[in-house]
């Protein structure tokens, strides 16, 4: 079946460090591929997508893309603050449209920036 | 500008009660899902439903049971529960089934059972 694979966090960074989350999925065909991100208390927020081979989703300085060759969404961002402290979820799609768009997640990275 | 909004935020229940959960969005979404988060293992689908008066199994459905009557609810019944029902549940509706369309999702309900 579908399934996403996180580093384990939690990842615990200064302020301005550059941050990278690996995300590895398996699947057969070509999901749509999303990172969610979650703030102490609250629910999911989307926070980039792409859904095709080669797309660069990009919001809030952070990026990822989509490389089917190694099936991976690594998400980046080149310099954190505080407010970025989260759970950050990566999750994949298939368009079933019959089903609606159900989401496999990553078991989430939690990641901590200290001033 | 509320979006999905979920009831209650936090329940304590002994083994053998039931309650429902509510979810309630504001976009006039026609999917909605339920989700179960537990430490380590992601997000996990309960039910979901394509539309008013439908619902469907998802990955994690036993012992849970939903209903969507009206477009905008979509409610999660737990009929006897149990301790391994313990998590945080969120709600979750989107506009279609297009995978460019994104799940919006509410705040959680934290829910023990004792």
């Known amino acids: 079946g579908d399934s996403v694979t996180q580093m384990e966090g939690p990842v615990t960074l200064s302020e301005e460090a550059f941050l990278t989350i690996n995300c590895t999925y398996t699947a057969t065909g070509y999901p749509s591929l999303f990172w969610y991100v979650q703030y102490p208390g609250e629910g999911l927020q989307l926070l980039l997508k792409?859904?095709?081979?080669?797309d660069k989703g990009s919001n809030k300085g952070f990026e990822a893309t989509y490389r089917k060759e190694t099936t991976s969404f690594h998400l980046e961002k080149g310099s954190v603050q505080v407010s970025d402290s989260a759970v950050y979820f990566c999750?994949?799609?298939?368009?079933?449209?019959?089903?609606?768009?159900?989401?496999?997640f990553g078991g989430g990275t939690r990641v901590l920036v200290k001033p | 500008n509320a979006g999905v909004t979920q009831t209650p935020k936090f329940r304590v229940l002994k083994t053998g009660q039931s309650m429902t959960l509510l979810c309630a969005q504001d976009?006039?979404?026609?999917?909605m899902y339920w989700y179960r988060q537990d430490p380590g293992m992601g997000l996990r689908l309960i039910h979901y439903s394509v539309g008013e008066g439908t619902t469907a199994k998802g990955e994690v459905p036993d012992g849970y049971n939903v209903s969507r009557l009206k477009k905008q609810n979509f409610l999660l019944g737990l009929e006897s529960a149990a301790p391994s029902q313990t998590s945080v549940y969120f709600c979750?509706?989107?506009?279609?089934?297009?995978?460019?369309?994104?799940?919006?999702f509410g705040d959680g309900t934290r829910l023990s059972i004792l």
């Open positions: 999750a994949l799609i298939f368009m079933i449209k019959a089903a609606g768009n159900k989401l496999t």
């Open positions: 792409a859904t095709k081979a080669d």
């Open positions: 979750a509706s989107s506009y279609g089934g297009d995978s460019n369309q994104p799940q919006h």
């Open positions: 976009m006039n979404h026609e999917y």
